[in-house]
């Protein structure tokens, strides 16, 4: 089965600086890669996603990158704020497998005021 | 509109009870995704639903979890003689296969202490 790989586990910014977040997955079949954002007691939300057929995708101060050929996908985060802190979690699926989530195991960013 | 709700939001029991947790998916998706996050954990699938089709149970980690949907919309997550190491918050996630979107909400979760 799919398994996804997250680094790094913490990450500590100061408020104003980029905060990259790496994963990579097991099954080149995969084809949907969400990212999500959980706070504290909170649900996941969805901050954004990026298809297979896609090499980036940017939503303001948040882009995503996928590199198929190596199996591995960024998340990257502008000009961080304090409210940027949480919970990061990658995810992979396949359309096949009926889309269920294979997740990493989450990074904890910390941004500092 | 109403996103994804669960319930209880917390139960205790003691080992050895059974418990349901309940999911409302948003209406209209026929996708229903069961997710555990133990404690500093990340998720972990449990079962899918997708309409009429028969549930991919593969994420169940033993026979005494069970989960059914009915209807089409509310599941509920069955866990026989609870376990500690059961304690967890269980997520449920609904999306739209008509037409078809990756994206899956979540609910809030009901968190699971097994005493």
């Known amino acids: 089965g799919e398994n996804v790989e997250q680094h790094p586990s913490t990450l500590s910014v100061q408020e104003g600086d980029s905060a990259v977040i790496k994963c990579t997955y097991s099954d080149s079949a995969s084809n949907y890669f969400p990212w999500y954002k959980q706070e504290l007691g909170k649900r996941p939300q969805l901050i954004i996603d990026?298809?297979?057929?896609?090499g980036e995708k940017k939503d303001q101060r948040i882009a995503v990158t996928l590199n198929k050929t190596a199996k591995h996908f960024s998340l990257h985060i502008t000009e961080t704020q304090p409210e940027d802190s949480a919970v990061y979690f990658c995810?992979?699926?396949?359309?096949?497998?009926?889309?269920?989530?294979?997740f990493g195991g989450g990074t904890r960013v910390l941004v500092k005021p | 509109g109403a996103g994804v709700s669960q319930s209880p939001s917390n139960k205790v029991t003691e080992k050895g009870k059974d418990v349901e947790l309940r999911c409302d998916p948003i209406?209209?998706?026929?996708?229903l995704y069961w997710y555990r996050q133990s404690l500093g954990q990340g998720l972990e699938f449990l079962i899918y639903f997708q309409g009429n089709s028969a549930p991919d149970k593969s994420g169940l980690p033993s026979d005494r979890f069970s989960a059914e949907r009915t209807g089409g919309s509310v599941s509920t997550l069955t866990i026989q003689r609870t376990q500690q190491e059961d304690s967890a918050v269980y997520l449920c996630a609904s999306s739209s296969t008509e037409p078809l979107t990756y994206e899956q909400y979540f609910g809030p979760g009901t968190r699971l202490t097994v005493t």
């Open positions: 995810a992979a699926s396949k359309r096949a497998a009926g889309n269920k989530l294979t």
């Open positions: 209406s209209g998706h026929t996708a």
């Open positions: 990026i298809r297979s057929n896609v």
